[in-house]
């Protein structure tokens, strides 16, 4: 089984930033879809941002766009969640997502169906 790794949550002040990054040590597959979800308190689980981790196609979420980019970081194809500008709503437990073999394409960023594999979760915490 795929076994996600997921590093990088904290607790920041209004405006900060952070980085998420996941991994799957042992299954480096650049054929899937990758995605970050997030979980806050007495809400349902949203999606926040995917990427087809063998090109460039990425979607993301309205409420995150322009602030969070999600990208490739390295061979073993690590994905990475800059987010910037960070607002008290954005206050989550974070989770990384991965699918099994995909085609090439867009990948879905509402869909928890789409993926097969997720993380244990990372906490991010965005005071005022």
């Known amino acids: 089984a795929v076994q996600l790794k997921e590093s990088g949550g904290g607790s920041v002040q209004t405006g900060g930033s952070l980085t998420l990054t996941c991994g799957a040590p042992g299954h480096p597959s650049s054929s899937r879809c990758m995605a970050w979800f997030r979980q806050a308190p007495g809400k349902e689980r949203e999606g926040v941002a995917s990427?087809?981790?063998?090109?460039?196609?990425?979607r993301y979420a309205d409420s995150v766009e322009s602030r969070f980019t999600i990208s490739r970081v390295d061979a073993n194809n690590t994905v990475s969640l800059q987010m910037n500008n960070l607002k008290p709503e954005d206050t989550a437990m974070y989770y990384c997502?991965?699918?099994?073999?995909?085609?090439?394409?867009?990948?879905?960023?509402?869909?928890?169906?789409?993926?097969?594999?997720w993380g244990q979760g990372t906490q991010v915490t965005v005071s005022s």
């Open positions: 997502a991965a699918s099994a073999y995909r085609a090439p394409g867009f990948c879905s960023v509402v869909s928890e169906t789409t993926y097969d594999y």
């Open positions: 990427i087809y981790v063998g090109g460039s196609y990425t």
